[in-house]
């Protein structure tokens, strides 16, 4: 563990954008062995302003890593953080607490938000009005987005006292894991089930992609799946049942432009409906 704990401590943007790269390109081609739906669109196409967006979140986040890294910096000093109060632990379970805690905080608790609160709404909803979800779609953020999920990453690392080598591993494990989960790809039913008590699972997730209430404020995991669990957001459909986007902007041709992406937060407010059983 210590092992790891100090490569991260040192990784270069090289190698953080080869683990980005490479999850992409690693879970772009599984989509292609086992494609959970068939792909019936140009993948190239769909995924562009999917890449775009992936483009301006590395442009946002770049500067402000200096911000992360001084907030790490003074809670490892001031010995400030939840994970610095309590009493001394094995190096494995103070890692293990560090990044479920910065899950909580910087993914799950952001991404509630961001239902909930009606303007943060209109802007998480360029991710949601993706029509064919699949690993490009993992970092199709508005910019104002990617602002928004950075607040609550340094807020996680200031309240959590994450030192920059559990900062770097939460941040690498969130970008694989959100590849992953979005990935178009259909496992085993069983294996995806099981994975599901602990990791969000492809399947899972793509509950929350569902065009309409109450699925579409459900499983706002990312890495781990307790919380969800936890606090009765989880809930489970039948992958062929889903249908991807948002059921008040169903625009397709509109929800693959970029400029058009680009003014949908500015849209009047519209929520999801509630599905209506047949």
């Given at each position: 563990m210590q092992v790891i704990i100090d490569y991260f401590s040192t990784i270069s943007p090289v190698h953080r954008s080869l683990i980005l790269v490479g999850g992409i390109t690693f879970f772009w081609i599984l989509e292609g062995i086992v494609p959970l739906f068939s792909v019936k669109y140009r993948k190239w196409k769909h995924a562009l302003p999917n890449l775009f967006f992936t483009l301006?979140?590395?442009i946002i986040n770049f500067p402000l890593a200096a911000l992360l890294l001084f907030i790490s910096d003074w809670v490892v000093d001031n010995n400030f953080g939840f994970i610095n109060?309590?009493?001394?632990?094995?190096?494995w379970l103070y890692v293990l607490l560090g990044l479920a805690l910065l899950d909580l905080i910087g993914a799950y608790t952001a991404h509630w938000v961001e239902h909930k609160v009606k303007p943060l709404w209109m802007v998480h909803l360029v991710?949601?009005?993706?029509?064919h979800v699949d690993t490009t779609t993992a970092n199709r953020h508005h910019p104002l987005e990617s602002l928004v999920r950075y607040a609550f990453t340094l807020i996680g690392v200031f309240l959590v006292g994450a030192p920059v080598g559990i900062i770097m591993l939460y941040?690498?494990?969130?970008?694989?894991?959100?590849?992953?989960?979005?990935?178009?790809?259909?496992l085993p039913r069983k294996l995806d089930k099981a994975l599901s008590w602990i990791l969000v699972s492809p399947d899972m997730h793509k509950v929350h992609h569902h065009h309409v209430l109450p699925y579409t404020d459900s499983n706002y995991g990312n890495i781990f799946s307790i919380w969800d669990r936890l606090f009765g957001t989880?809930?489970?459909l039948n992958p062929e049942k889903i249908v991807y986007g948002v059921d008040t902007f169903p625009d397709e041709k509109e929800n693959s432009s970029i400029s058009g992406l680009l003014k949908q937060p500015f849209?009047?407010?519209r929520r999801p409906t509630t599905e209506i059983e047949s």
């Open positions: 301006t979140t590395i109060w309590l009493p001394e632990m094995p190096l991710h949601h009005s993706d029509h941040q690498s494990m969130s970008v694989v894991l959100s590849q992953f989960n979005h990935a178009n790809i259909s989880y809930m489970n849209h009047k407010y």
